[in-house]
T-cell receptor, first 113, second 111 residues
Framework: DGGITQSPKYLFRKEGQNVTLSCEQN?????MYWYRQDPGQGLRLIYY???????QKGDIAEGYSVSREKKESFPLTVTSAQKNPTAFYLC????????????FGDGTRLSIL | DAKTTQPPSMDCAEGRAANLPCNHS???????VYWYRQIHSQGPQYIIH???NNETNEMASLIITEDRKSSTLILPHATLRDTAVYYC????????????FGGGTRVLVKP
């Protein structure tokens, strides 16, 4: 099945530790996105990428880093500089053809030990 | 991106149509209306989108007013599995434009 795969589904981080969330898509989409969702809230954009080896900061990029070495992969690293990382992280992708919707993965829930 | 206004919650009887309203009075001419829903602890699921014409797919219908300042998502025969938070979003249809999720409407389908 074509789609977006996020792993792991649940992740725990110790204080001072960096963790990396995986996002893979086999939809041949050019653009990929990372959003953060806090309980009862909407989604906020962290980073996005429209092409391999290029990415832009979203609204809340501080404490996060990304890479886009392959079209199908857009991993997100939550660094120790992110002081409040507990949240639900969602990856999305879309075609560069206009008016096509973004599609989402099932998310990774990150908690602090 | 223009903002949207939705009622915070609504109930619907199983098997009946659910009509979800959305106001987007400041929508621009090149902005589409998108609808997503999110079931607890899952990623948002795309439902439907449109520019100015009414749209229908296997999941729902989208009715956009002629002045484009509001729209209605119609779930024709609601099931218990349609219980979710429904988001109405307006966005210029170009990659790199984020989806701005507001509070959405929490829909509870009751037996």
């Amino acid at each position: 099945d074509g789609g977006i795969t996020q792993s792991p589904k649940y992740l725990f981080r110790k204080e001072g530790q960096n963790v990396t969330l995986s996002c893979e898509q086999n939809l041949n989409h050019d653009a990929m996105y990372w959003y953060r969702q806090d309980p009862g809230q909407g989604l906020r954009l962290i980073y996005y990428s429209q092409i391999v080896n290029d990415f832009q900061k979203g609204d809340i990029a501080e404490g996060y880093s990304v890479s886009r070495e392959k079209k199908e992969s857009f991993p997100l690293t939550v660094t120790s500089a992110q002081k409040n990382p507990t949240a639900f992280y969602l990856c999305a992708s879309e075609s560069l053809n206009s008016n096509q919707p973004q599609h989402f993965g099932d998310g990774t829930r990150l908690s602090i030990l | 991106d223009a903002k949207t206004t939705q009622p915070p919650s609504m109930d619907c009887a199983e098997g009946r149509a659910a009509n979800l309203p959305c106001n987007h009075s400041t929508i621009s001419g090149n902005e589409y209306v998108y609808w997503y829903r999110q079931i607890h602890s899952q990623g948002p699921q795309y439902i439907i989108h449109g520019l100015k014409n009414n749209e229908t797919n296997e999941m729902a219908s989208l009715i956009i007013t002629e002045d484009r300042k509001s729209s209605t998502l119609i779930l024709p025969h609601a099931t218990l599995r349609d219980t979710a938070v429904y988001y109405c979003i307006v966005r210029v249809a170009a990659a790199g434009n984020k989806l701005t999720f507001g509070g959405g409407t929490r829909v509870l389908v009751k037996p």
